[in-house]
């Protein structure tokens, strides 16, 4: 018995360990996509946690203009891959992941540099439009860049191991998201908001670096081969005319195919979770709680996407085989219950509760709508597919928006004693407008069957 509890704890161990591990054990040209993203996830999410102040600070705004600024940059960048989503397919993988690093490579060093130039003059000053110039070249290179990312996945992987490469990569961008909590502090206190800036501007000529070594066509055709995937439109193959790619493009475009356009629309309720996370759980954290946790309320914020770097492998590598919508319906409806734990109220455990089980079902479905979209896409087409894909988020973003300082007014209103609010009521109606979406996709499912 003693022998057997070692083995049975090793197999165990091994099998924890063994979607991480496959990060190193991937192709080459998996491998550069996965640094790559890994980086723009710290990059990325590092300057959106601080883009507020340094429009506070550098440029003088008040935090509604502030706001604002931010909001045109995260809107920007999904509609931004819904118009250039189309660009991967048409110029492939390697080009499309470089151009879109350059762009955005253009516009830190604007946002880096431009108050050591321009000074502090308020809305509109030169300080301003240089920021927004800034912003505006990375909205463009982020429209790009995610599309390529998941169109290279969908190339060099297989039926066998696309789940476990989309999870991974999603993964990777969580972890990358949870780490700007650790770098940033020391340097921002050292060089100001623009050091750090500085050092993620650097950050990105990391990850061209290394796409350029790693994804070379020579790398692309290997990982091709490796995964079978002859059918798909090589980089190295003579492209189509234009006029046959622009008609091709016009009777296979997302916009004609109703099942896809019911699905992702379908998922927008449980998405508002999503933005709950920088529009709501800050505000509850500090206004709900005392001690520990409103001192502390940036981990709990935080929490979220370290836990999805440890879950979404895990998850992947157990549910690799199971029906991609099936894992839609469980993990929508499991994080679409989450908000249901905090109808208790604010208590510290009901909290990483809420955070477990919503993470839970984040890690179940997120990837795999991505993976889905990206697998009904026509050959030729996984580029626009994602851009478009990523509609119905720009739509949640704007949408929870308009309601989410409402409910904070009404239900958990700042200077008011924890007695007075009343965000277990607040919570009972996310968790209602969140739920909207697994029942939509279980009677989707049982109306139209296996087309879905």
Not at 119 to 124: S, T
Not at 333 to 346: D, K, Q, T, Y
């Amino acid at each position: 018995m003693s022998q057997e509890n070692p083995n049975k704890f090793k197999a165990v161990f091994k099998e924890i360990t063994a979607p991480f591990l496959s990060l190193f054990k991937t192709s080459r040209a998996l491998l550069g996509i996965n640094i790559s993203y890994f980086l723009e996830g710290l990059i990325y999410f590092g300057m959106l946690g601080l883009l507020a102040m340094y429009f506070n600070e550098y440029v003088g705004l008040n935090d509604i203009q502030a706001d604002k600024m931010v909001g045109i940059l995260t809107a920007g960048i999904t509609l931004s891959m819904l118009i250039l989503g189309a660009a991967v397919d048409l110029v492939g993988v390697r080009k499309s992941l470089l151009v879109s690093l350059v762009l955005m490579l253009v516009g830190r060093i604007f946002l880096s540099g431009g108050p050591a130039f321009t000074g502090n003059e308020g809305m509109w000053s030169n300080t301003h439009l240089v920021a927004m110039f800034g912003i505006f070249w990375i909205v463009l290179g982020y429209g790009i860049y995610q599309p390529a990312s998941y169109a290279a996945v969908k190339r060099f992987t297989n039926k066998d191991t696309s789940a476990m490469g989309y999870a991974m990569l999603y993964a990777l961008m969580n972890l990358g998201a949870f780490l700007p909590g650790l770098i940033s502090p020391p340097i921002r206190k050292s060089f100001g908001i623009t050091g750090v800036f500085w050092v993620y501007t650097a950050l990105t000529v990391v990850g061209m670096a290394a796409v350029a070594i790693l994804l070379t066509k020579k790398a692309i055709a290997q990982a091709e081969k490796e995964n079978g995937n002859f059918e798909e439109v090589s980089e190295t193959e003579e492209k189509k005319p234009f006029k046959e790619q622009v008609l091709f493009y016009l009777k296979n475009f997302p916009i004609r195919d109703a099942r896809f356009m019911f699905f992702i629309f379908a998922l927008i309720p449980v998405q508002t979770l999503f933005a709950h996370n920088w529009l709501t759980l800050p505000q509850y954290c500090e206004r709900a709680f005392s001690g520990v946790v409103q001192e502390n309320f940036e981990f709990f914020v935080n929490f979220n996407p370290l836990l999805i770097f440890v879950l979404t492998p895990l998850v992947a590598a157990y549910t690799a085989k199971n029906d991609t919508y099936k894992m839609m319906i469980y993990g929508t409806l499991i994080m679409a219950a989450s908000p249901f734990i905090l109808v208790s109220g604010p208590h510290i455990g009901t909290l990483f509760a809420f955070l477990i089980v919503m993470t839970i079902g984040e890690a179940m479905w997120q990837p795999r709508f991505l993976q889905w979209v990206a697998e009904i896409a026509p050959k030729g087409m996984t580029g626009i597919y994602m851009g478009l894909g990523q509609f119905p988020w720009f739509l949640t973003k704007v949408v929870t928006s308009l309601y989410a300082g409402w409910f904070l007014m009404n239900y958990c209103p700042d200077d008011t004693p924890i007695s007075g609010l009343n965000t277990e009521e607040m919570w009972l109606i996310y968790a209602f407008i969140a739920m909207i979406s697994p029942v939509a996709l279980i009677m989707a499912r049982r109306l139209d069957g296996e087309g879905f």
